[in-house]
Structure formats: structure tokens, C-alpha cells
């Protein structure tokens, strides 16, 4: 599928001009027509590495995600024809990577797709969790209530990751900004008294000296620390992308001693919350599971995750891996339990992330005032250490003046 750039005049005769994604100019003229637009220039655009998007990250911010899902169920609430809503959606989008994938979808839906099977071409953009999700909703003839859960469940899990995002900024902040201090003091203002030291000649203490071997190594060696970080930056790229260092990597991550039972119970919440959506929109259990795996983003529980699929392929009940499980605990699986015994599961999993959820926000506050003062003193010792190594020397040096 090519761009095509186009100039075109409306039923009131103004010009508007845009861009389409088409297979023929033909196409874009059918396109525009269908529009109640007729088309005076349509042009392809060719395509270099100038005029290419190039995204880092997710191309969609979650909270645009969300409009965008709570739009689209209200359009089709309305009466609006689902190629009609795309076409309004794509014209009044803020992302520019949503509005340049919609206009494409719009094309496959007039070329007689489905939604799901349109929003399927694009998995950078629409998860395999969400296309199933709509097709879902095709078949059981409910597509603006699975829009409308849909959104619920992103804006709960975007902020859930907003909360502990939160809670992890500030120690991220609080160790760059004192790395920075140290590099600073030892490359610019520790040298200075290193020279004046040498004038005055005498012993210096200890901590003086590690200081001044560390400004010097520093000095001469500043470059092998750019490289190492950056290195370290590869290599914890390169280890995430395998599966069986991810696991440790993952596995680290939930027995940190204080950020560990916060990520743990983020992820509880959106593994909670994604099965539960997906059994209450009528998706396949052992579906719903495999999706969630894929969600879930944790190789740990993504492993207890698998083992439950298969007991359940068995006969056995979904729960057994995870009773065996420390990073489950005692209320998921008897929950979970409860779930299958009575044929509840898909509520039993929504308090559970319900209760999750509220644990997150309560932890994160918690985090927060707590690690606001030890992050403090944390600086000020770094920086006290370097200021002290300076100061001590002085006066010995005043009093032998003296």
C-alpha cells in the first residue's frame, strides 16, 4: 500500500488537501468520493528515509488510546457506521501515528474487511490482546460495550504503570542528579585544591587521598565510564531479549528488598485485571491465558502462566502452578479457586485486581515518603564525603599556619 497526497474541493466548494493510504490512485479518487469530496490533483508520494516515521517506544501514548476507544464506542452507540467513525476518528486525532494507521484501516474496511482483520495488519499499534478483544465483540454482535471495557481497561492499567512509574522517578532522579554533582566536583573543583595541597606539601588524610585518586582517575580515564554505561545499557538490552536470561533479570526485579512487592502486585493487578476482561468478553480461557502471557511482560509469571494452561488442557484446575508458587499469593489463588468451583472466574479475577490496584496506589505513597528522606541523606553523603575531603586538610593546614 502506497501514500498518496491529494487536493480536493467539498460540497461548498473549499479546497482540502491530506494524505492517503491506497494500492492505486483510483483508489484515493473512490476514497475521497465516498467522502463527498472530488479529487483535483492525487499524487503518490515517494518514500525515502526522509518522509518515513520513525517511532521509539510505544507510537501511541496510552491516554490518546483511550479517547480514541471512548470515541469510537460512543460514534457506533450512536448509529454511526463503523467506517463512518474511523473516517470522523482519523480526521480528529491528535496522534499522528494513530491517524496515519486509521486512514489505512479505513481503506481495508471499505474494501470489505472486518475491523478486527484491519486492526490485525497493525500490531505495532492495536496488541493482539485488543484485536481479539474486537473480534470478540463482532461475533457476539456487542462491539461498542467491548470498546467501552476496552477503555476501561487501559485507563486502569495506565494508571496503575503512572503510579509506579511515579514512585520509581524520584530515586532515578535523586542517583542521576548526585552522580552528576560527583562528577562535577571531582572534575572541576577537586583538582583546584589538589594543586594547592601540593604546594603546601605535608600528609594528607585518607579520605583526602581516595579523593583525590578517584578526581584523577576520573580526569584521565572519563571516557572508559561513558563507555561502560553505555555498554551496560547494551548488554541489559541484548540479555532481555532471550527468554531464559529475561527470567532472572525479571526474577531480580520482584525480589528487589523494597520495589520488589510493588512490581509484584503491579503485576498481579494487570494480570488480573487483562484475564478478566478477556473471560467477561466471552474469549476462550486457554486464549485468554496465552494473551495475557504475551501482556503480562514478566518472563516469571508468564512461566506459572503457561504451566496453568496446560493443567487446565489436563483437566486440572488453572490454579495448581500457582498455589506451588511464591509470587502468588494466598488471596489469588483461593480466589482464582473459588472462580473456577463456581463458574465465576471472570468476577473473582476483577476484585482481585481491584484489590490489587488499591494496594498499588496505597504502596506507592508509602514509597514515596519513605524513600523522599533516605534518598536526601543519600546525596548529602555523597557530597558530604567530597566536601569534607577538602575541608580537613584546610584546617590543618590553617593551624599550622597559625
Same mark, same amino acid.
Given at each position: 500500500?502506497?501514500?498518496?497526497?491529494?487536493?480536493?474541493?467539498?460540497?461548498?466548494?473549499?479546497?482540502? =488537501?491530506?494524505?492517503?493510504?491506497?494500492?492505486?490512485?483510483? #483508489?484515493?479518487?473512490?476514497?475521497?468520493?465516498?467522502?463527498?469530496?472530488?479529487?483535483?490533483?492525487?499524487?503518490?508520494?515517494?518514500?525515502?528515509?526522509?518522509?518515513?516515521?520513525?517511532?521509539?517506544?510505544?507510537?501511541?501514548?496510552?491516554?490518546?488510546?483511550?479517547?480514541? @476507544?471512548?470515541?469510537?464506542?460512543?460514534?457506533?452507540?450512536? *448509529?454511526?457506521?463503523?467506517?463512518?467513525?474511523?473516517?470522523?476518528? /482519523?480526521?480528529?486525532?491528535?496522534? =499522528?501515528?494513530?491517524?496515519?494507521?486509521?486512514?489505512?484501516?479505513?481503506?481495508?474496511?471499505?474494501?470489505?474487511?472486518?475491523?478486527?482483520?484491519?486492526?490485525?495488519?497493525?500490531?505495532?499499534?492495536?496488541?493482539?490482546?485488543?484485536?481479539?478483544?474486537?473480534?470478540?465483540?463482532?461475533?457476539?454482535?456487542?462491539?461498542?460495550?467491548?470498546?467501552?471495557? &476496552?477503555?476501561?481497561? %487501559?485507563?486502569?492499567?495506565?494508571?496503575?504503570?503512572?503510579? !509506579?512509574?511515579? #514512585?520509581?522517578?524520584?530515586?532515578?532522579?535523586?542517583?542521576?542528579?548526585?552522580?552528576?554533582?560527583?562528577?562535577?566536583?571531582?572534575?572541576?573543583?577537586?583538582?583546584?585544591?589538589?594543586?594547592?595541597?601540593?604546594?603546601? *606539601?605535608?600528609?594528607?588524610?585518607?579520605?583526602?587521598?581516595?579523593?583525590?585518586? #578517584?578526581?584523577?582517575?576520573?580526569?584521565?580515564?572519563?571516557?572508559? !565510564?561513558?563507555?561502560?554505561?553505555?555498554?551496560?545499557?547494551?548488554?541489559?538490552?541484548?540479555?532481555?531479549?532471550?527468554?531464559?536470561?529475561?527470567?532472572? @533479570?525479571?526474577?531480580?526485579?520482584?525480589?528487589?528488598?523494597?520495589?520488589?512487592?510493588?512490581?509484584?502486585?503491579?503485576?498481579?493487578?494487570?494480570?488480573?485485571?487483562?484475564?478478566?476482561?478477556?473471560?467477561?468478553?466471552?474469549?476462550?480461557?486457554?486464549?485468554?491465558?496465552?494473551?495475557?502471557?504475551?501482556?503480562?511482560?514478566?518472563?516469571?509469571?508468564?512461566?506459572?502462566?503457561?504451566?496453568?494452561?496446560?493443567?487446565?488442557?489436563?483437566?486440572?484446575? &488453572?490454579?495448581?502452578?500457582? @498455589? =506451588?508458587?511464591?509470587?502468588?499469593?494466598?488471596?489469588?489463588?483461593? &480466589?482464582?479457586?473459588?472462580?473456577?468451583? /463456581?463458574?465465576?472466574?471472570?468476577?473473582?479475577?476483577?476484585?482481585?485486581?481491584?484489590?490489587?490496584?488499591?494496594?498499588?496506589?496505597? #504502596?506507592?505513597?508509602? @514509597? =514515596?515518603?519513605?524513600?523522599?528522606?533516605?534518598?536526601?541523606?543519600?546525596?548529602?553523603?555523597?557530597? *558530604?564525603?567530597? !566536601?569534607?575531603?577538602?575541608?580537613?586538610? &584546610?584546617?590543618?593546614? %590553617?593551624?599550622?599556619?597559625?
Amino acid at each position: 500500500m502506497a501514500q498518496f497526497s491529494y487536493v480536493a474541493r467539498d460540497r461548498q466548494g473549499n479546497k482540502k =488537501k491530506g494524505v492517503i493510504q491506497a494500492d492505486t490512485k483510483q #483508489a484515493v479518487r473512490s476514497i475521497l468520493r465516498e467522502r463527498g469530496l472530488r479529487a483535483l490533483e492525487v499524487e503518490q508520494k515517494k518514500q525515502t528515509i526522509w518522509n518515513q516515521d520513525i517511532y521509539f517506544g510505544q507510537p501511541v501514548k496510552l491516554e490518546d488510546f483511550v479517547i480514541f @476507544l471512548r470515541q469510537f464506542s460512543t460514534l457506533i452507540k450512536a *448509529g454511526v457506521t463503523i467506517v463512518d467513525a474511523t473516517r470522523i476518528l /482519523t480526521e480528529q486525532t491528535e496522534s =499522528k501515528a494513530l491517524k496515519k494507521t486509521l486512514a489505512q484501516v479505513e481503506v481495508d474496511l471499505r474494501e470489505g474487511n472486518s475491523l478486527s482483520s484491519s486492526l490485525n495488519k497493525h500490531p505495532r499499534i492495536f496488541s493482539p490482546l485488543f484485536t481479539n478483544m474486537v473480534y470478540a465483540g463482532e461475533v457476539s454482535g456487542s462491539l461498542e460495550e467491548t470498546l467501552e471495557d &476496552m477503555a476501561d481497561y %487501559y485507563e486502569k492499567h495506565n494508571k496503575t504503570r503512572q503510579k !509506579v512509574k511515579s #514512585a520509581m522517578t524520584y530515586p532515578v532522579v535523586i542517583a542521576v542528579l548526585a552522580i552528576g554533582v560527583t562528577i562535577f566536583l571531582l572534575l572541576s573543583v577537586v583538582p583546584t585544591f589538589v594543586d594547592m595541597f601540593a604546594q603546601f *606539601g605535608g600528609e594528607v588524610p585518607g579520605i583526602t587521598r581516595f579523593v583525590m585518586g #578517584a578526581s584523577d582517575w576520573m580526569t584521565s580515564y572519563w571516557y572508559v !565510564v561513558v563507555i561502560m554505561i553505555f555498554a551496560l545499557f547494551v548488554i541489559f538490552y541484548l540479555l532481555r531479549q532471550r527468554r531464559e536470561t529475561k527470567y532472572y @533479570l525479571d526474577l531480580m526485579m520482584l525480589r528487589l528488598p523494597v520495589f520488589g512487592k510493588l512490581f509484584r502486585k503491579s503485576l498481579l493487578a494487570r494480570m488480573t485485571r487483562t484475564l478478566s476482561s478477556l473471560l467477561s468478553n466471552s474469549v476462550p480461557v486457554l486464549q485468554a491465558i496465552t494473551l495475557t502471557e504475551k501482556v503480562i511482560e514478566n518472563e516469571v509469571l508468564a512461566r506459572v502462566l503457561r504451566e496453568s494452561r496446560n493443567t487446565l488442557e489436563q483437566g486440572r484446575s &488453572m490454579s495448581e502452578p500457582m @498455589l =506451588k508458587h511464591w509470587a502468588f499469593p494466598p488471596l489469588v489463588t483461593q &480466589m482464582i479457586t473459588i472462580g473456577e468451583q /463456581t463458574g465465576a472466574l471472570d468476577r473473582m479475577l476483577d476484585r482481585i485486581a481491584d484489590f490489587y490496584e488499591s494496594e498499588v496506589d496505597t #504502596a506507592t505513597d508509602q @514509597l =514515596k515518603s519513605l524513600i523522599e528522606p533516605l534518598m536526601i541523606v543519600f546525596l548529602a553523603g555523597i557530597v *558530604g564525603v567530597i !566536601v569534607m575531603s577538602i575541608m580537613v586538610p &584546610m584546617f590543618e593546614i %590553617y593551624n599550622n599556619v597559625n
